[in-house]
């Protein structure tokens, strides 16, 4: 890992302007900064950036995006993303074509644009468009969002049950995403202004990747509204962003 990161530092001209556009990598301590940077040199090295539909990618452009990926995994480690490769880059929201069977057998054509979308052991694909709109909605980091289903799929599922650490409970887990989810459901179904992006109350994955991101672009507003998944949050990142 030190050959690596002596091998191919990232020039500080770089560095510093993903700080400027990267807010929860901006209100990190110097220290914790420098083991971020650390973590992004290795992300640059062990997954591929793949621009497609005419989308190039300057090596700033790459800076950045590492930078967003490896803020929730700073007090982790690179290991939480082993077993994927690469990240598809599109320009703007692509939209997908799939063909899905519901309950009756009867056949479904969906094409809905998306930001983001991470396969199991395969790559995350993104919309270069939202990664550099991270933070100008409050709370929202597409990047954040899909890095976030990479480590709830550690455990083999998308279920917004990632792998706990020693000492953490999961029936605290379960009992706090389970209640606040359905709580957050039930208001917003009643009209009632809830203070989550709405796409986290598709499943239970969605609301683990959503409450993700705001955990790290709006912190303060997350522990205000929810503080128990805040606490939940702190204990699994390891990290107190607020």
């Not at 359905?182 to 009643?190: F, V």
């Amino acid at each position: 890992m030190r050959r690596i990161v002596a091998r191919h530092p990232i020039p500080d001209p770089l560095w510093q302007a993903a700080l400027t556009q990267c807010a929860p990598a901006r209100r990190l301590g110097a220290s914790d900064q420098a083991a971020l940077r650390v973590l992004a040199t290795l992300f640059l090295r062990e997954k591929s950036l793949e621009p497609v539909q005419g989308l190039a990618l300057d090596d700033a452009d790459r800076v950045l995006l590492a930078t967003h990926a490896c803020v929730p995994i700073l007090k982790l480690g690179v290991d939480w993303f082993d077993g994927w490769h690469s990240v598809i880059v599109y320009p703007d929201a692509f939209v997908p074509h799939r063909t899905l069977v519901d309950e009756a057998g009867v056949v479904h054509r969906t094409s809905t644009p998306m930001a983001g979308e991470a396969w199991g052991r395969g790559p995350v694909i993104l919309s270069w468009a939202d990664v550099l709109n991270a933070g100008k909605r409050p709370g929202q980091n597409v990047v954040i969002h899909e890095m976030a289903h990479k480590l709830d799929l550690q455990n083999g599922a998308a279920n917004g049950f990632p792998p706990l650490h020693r000492g953490m409970d999961p029936r605290v887990w379960t009992r706090v995403f389970s209640d606040t989810w359905e709580h957050l459901r039930q208001a917003h179904h009643q009209g009632i202004p809830i203070p989550i992006n709405p796409y986290g109350l598709e499943n239970p994955a969605e609301f683990f990747a959503v409450v993700s991101e705001q955990f790290f672009e709006a912190p303060a507003m997350l522990r205000e509204h929810l503080p128990e998944v805040y606490q939940q949050l702190e204990l699994f990142y390891r990290q107190h962003p607020y």
